[in-house]
Every structure is written in structure tokens, then in C-alpha cells.
């Protein structure tokens, strides 16, 4: 049996795939523990109490991104362009809003911005892998 090597398209598969899942994992996390992420950025606990409704919501949307990404590209692939745009759109506005808040003294600098960092590396991954040519 021939050994294939590793295309472009296969990396670029792998990378949507962590992403999805690593989107996943903080979707299902701040949807069971939704002060976990608002304290980690700073905020004290009364008020991430208080706002806990509006991590569920983050925590929906990162659960539908993920499953949509991830079940494309599971499938086949041929569909995910668009899941891949609405991610890197989401993950943009989440790097812009966190450095926004940071910069303002709302949240936590060091952990905000290593947050818009992630979301800006995932914006990255996102659009590289719709630029990947198809095979």
C-alpha cells in the first residue's frame, strides 16, 4: 500500500478540525460554567453573574460554529466555505471587542489580549483554509 503525503488540503482539513473542536470545548465550557471566561478576563464575580446570560449566548454561537465547521469538513469538506467566513467574522469581532475592552480598563489586559490573539490566529486559520485551492 502507497504511502499519500500530506497535502495542503489535508492540513488545511486538520487545522478547521482543532479549531472547531478547541471552539467546541470553550463553547461547551461557558455554556456549564458561564462566569468561568467573564473572571478570567478580570471581571469580578457579581457581575459575571449578572452577565451570565449573555456567555450562554457567546457559548451557542461557538457550539453552532463549531458544529458546522467541523461537520463539513467530517463530511467531506465541500460545504465549508461559509462556516469558514461566519468563524473568521466571529473570531475577528472577538479580537477587535476584547482589545477594545482591554485598552479601556474593563477587562484584564494580559489575558484579553492573549484571548484576541487566539481569535485573530484562528481568523487567520479560517481564511487560509478558504484560500486553499480545492482538490
Known amino acids: 500500500m502507497e504511502h499519500q503525503p500530506d497535502t495542503g488540503s489535508d492540513r488545511s482539513r486538520q487545522i ?24 478570567a478576563l478580570g471581571i469580578d464575580s457579581a457581575t459575571a453573574g449578572r452577565a451570565a446570560f449573555i456567555t450562554r449566548m457567546f457559548a451557542s454561537r461557538e457550539i453552532a460554529l463549531a458544529l458546522g465547521a467541523g461537520w463539513t469538513v467530517v463530511g467531506g469538506g465541500s460545504a465549508s466555505r461559509p462556516w469558514l467566513l ?4 466571529a473570531d475577528g469581532a472577538d479580537a477587535v471587542t476584547l482589545v477594545a475592552a482591554a485598552r ?32
Open 16 to 39: 478547521v478540525l482543532a479549531v472547531a473542536l478547541l471552539r467546541l470545548a470553550v463553547g461547551a465550557v461557558s455554556s456549564v460554567q458561564p462566569t468561568a471566561l467573564p473572571r
Open 104 to 135: 479601556a480598563g474593563r477587562v484584564a489586559k494580559l489575558p484579553s489580549y492573549l484571548a484576541a490573539a487566539g481569535a485573530a490566529a484562528a481568523v487567520g486559520a479560517a481564511l487560509w483554509a478558504v484560500a486553499r485551492p480545492r482538490r
Open 86 to 89: 461566519a468563524s473568521a467574522l
